[in-house]
């Protein structure tokens, strides 16, 4: 160590008696303390995890990202399970339209959903004030004039907003554009018409699942049903064909009992319509898009609306509690009564028999069946559904016997159209 | 050691963490900026805005083990924009009576007498990077940090400033 350097570590040594001052600590914090609190920094492992999944979600559901600004917001409540599936994978297309009606409401056409049995049509009305709601017309474009069908909506906790669905019939591949024409009631009675047009993508359209001529002709009690055709969209699969049965408007829903089956299982039927013109009755059963894995599909005609001859005397005194047996039916006579309009007498069925060539017979001859009056549904304890009717006879008498000589009802067809073998 | 864990805890955004740290070498980091702001005012004025500073960069502190020349380098920083600031307020103040008094921090330097004429042979910056790692015990990595020039330099200006001092000195003794 030269003279130098130790002079300068002298001089170090001499520095070493410096010491910090005791309020130095005092001081430090007081400084620190008023430092804004820095955010944490978060360890970073949660982050890598996310962008792991996330890797993970986008490799796994690329199709469905590239959807993803499609989808329609906010009808959760209103879509059912496979529309929310749908819409989910993006299968809609957005519109966003919206028009200003005159009494201060917007109309906006949020989304669609599009495939050949179907078009979704999504709406919100907004700003509403006087709690009206808003009917539409037809979807109309190029080679396109769609009746509207079912349809559904809901109020928002205010009351000033609608939002809601409407189920069209399909559009044409070749629309472009789509006018939707909408009426509204204002306050003053009077109607706001608005007719708005939004862009129309065919190619957005859901692919059409399975589409297949069926021409099965399924002998029924009363006559033929014809199926013709089916056709599975990824929103709905859809029934079509003829009907040619005499009492088909004997019971309310004669296609209730026609299942589709897949995989063996019945899926759920939606809803059915008959139309009757010139040509013939025509019918479409609707049912629940088919699910992704399909084995066999089959239809069943379990049961079809048909006749029984019965011929049956039933005795009005005294009443009883006990049902009367038709045919394997049962039949309660609940009340029998004289009234100003005649003698009225209140029997319960099972919901689809409907009595044929009722008459009554006593002291006053035999008196035919005038008309039902009042008709309910009840259910009984076990919860078989009645229904129960009064029917009403032009007589003062009361009578002492019911004869019935037949009944609609639903008879069993058990008869299997497959559509997809095994 | 416990340095790295309070480091740690520091990043977090520990203050008490923090201070610990730097409590532990209290009296390094106060002759350290009381060798630049020359009173012990000024010094303590330093380490509190050095304090601050260190909290809200922490984070950018890659390694823990170099919190402390890292945040020497800070200290030293904090003092010589202290000294800057207090050049200007002269500047204009005191234009007239005080130009040629601008603040040196080796001129206030209260300590010693011989050391100071040794050391004001040499340049300015020799003298600053002698006095850091002598006086302070920094390393020649730290210098660097410090003085913002590269180690081979630090290493230079060290070398050439003892030389030209023990030149001068040995002149003076005839060593």
């Not at chain 1, 472009?176 to 024409?181: A, Y």
């Not at chain 1, 009077?190 to 047009?197: A, D, E, H, N, Y």
């Not at chain 1, 129309?200 to 399924?218: C, F, G, I, R, S």
């Not at chain 2, 030293?76 to 601008?102: F, G, Y």
Request: hydrophobic share 35%.
């Amino acid at each position: 160590m030269n003279e130098i350097e130790k002079r300068l570590m002298e001089e170090k040594k001499k520095m070493e008696q410096i010491t910090a001052p005791d309020e130095l600590e005092g001081r430090l914090w007081q400084a620190l303390d008023a430092a804004p609190i820095k955010k944490k920094l978060k360890p970073k492992w949660p982050l890598a995890v996310a962008a792991f999944l996330l890797v993970c979600l986008i490799g796994y559901n690329y199709n469905g990202l590239a959807y993803y600004g499609k989808k329609i917001i906010g009808f959760d409540e209103l879509m059912s399970g496979t529309l929310t599936e749908l819409n989910d994978k993006g299968m809609g297309q957005t519109v966003g339209e919206k028009v200003l009606l005159e009494d201060g409401s917007e109309l906006t056409v949020d989304g669609i959903m599009t495939d050949a049995n179907q078009l979704i049509l999504y709406y919100t009305l907004s700003n509403v004030k006087d709690m009206e709601g808003i009917t539409f017309g037809k979807i109309t474009g190029f080679l396109t004039d769609s009746d509207q069908g079912a349809g559904t909506w809901t109020f928002n906790e205010k009351q000033s907003e609608i939002k809601g669905q409407l189920f069209f019939d399909p559009v044409s591949p070749f629309a472009k554009k789509l006018t939707l024409e909408a009426t509204k009631l204002a306050e003053d009675g009077q109607s706001i018409t608005c007719i708005m047009s939004f862009p129309y993508d065919p190619n957005q359209a859901m692919q059409t699942e399975l589409q297949q001529k069926l021409m099965k002709k399924v002998k029924v009690d009363k006559g033929t049903i014809t199926f013709k055709t089916i056709t599975a969209t990824p929103t709905v699969t859809i029934i079509k064909g003829t009907v040619d049965v005499q009492n088909l408007d004997r019971v309310q829903l004669p296609f209730k009992q026609v299942q589709l089956q897949v995989n063996g299982k019945p899926i759920e039927q939606i809803g059915s319509g008959i139309s009757t013109s010139i040509g013939g009755t025509k019918f479409e059963l609707s049912f629940e898009a088919l699910p992704q894995k399909v084995d066999s599909l089959e239809l069943v005609v379990k049961e079809f609306v048909g006749y029984t001859n019965v011929d049956e005397t039933i005795p009005l005194h005294p009443i009883r509690d006990q049902a009367f047996q038709l045919e394997g039916k049962d039949l309660w006579v609940k009340k029998v009564e004289k009234t100003e309009d005649g003698v009225q007498i209140t029997i319960a069925s099972d919901e689809d028999v409907l009595l044929d060539g009722v008459t009554i017979e006593g002291k006053g001859g035999a008196v035919p069946l005038k008309t039902t009056i009042r008709q309910d549904y009840n259910e009984l304890d076990d919860g078989r559904m009645v229904k129960e009717r009064t029917l009403l006879f032009s007589t003062d008498v009361l009578p002492d016997t019911l004869s019935v000589k037949g009944m609609h009802h639903m008879k069993r067809v058990d008869e299997v159209i497959e559509i997809l073998g095994k | 050691m416990k340095v790295v864990q309070l480091v740690r805890k520091a990043k977090k955004g520990n203050k008490r963490a923090l201070l610990q740290l730097i409590m532990a070498q209290q009296d390094d980091y106060y002759r350290l900026a009381l060798s630049y702001m020359g009173n012990p005012h000024d010094a303590m004025d330093a380490m509190e805005e050095m304090i601050v500073s260190l909290y809200a960069n922490m984070g950018q502190l890659k390694k823990e083990e170099a919190f402390y020349s890292w945040s020497k380098t800070i200290l030293v920083n904090r003092c010589k924009q202290m000294l800057k600031k207090q050049q200007k307020v002269v500047l204009i103040d005191e234009w007239e009576t005080a130009p040629s008094e601008v603040h040196n921090p080796y001129q206030q330097w209260e300590q010693q007498m011989d050391i100071q004429g040794m050391l004001a042979t040499v340049n300015e910056y020799q003298k600053e990077a002698i006095e850091l790692k002598y006086f302070h015990d920094l390393d020649y990595e730290t210098i660097a940090g410090i003085t913002n020039v590269s180690i081979g330099t630090v290493k230079s200006r060290i070398f050439q400033g003892l030389k030209k001092i023990r030149d001068q000195y040995r002149g003076e003794t005839h060593e």
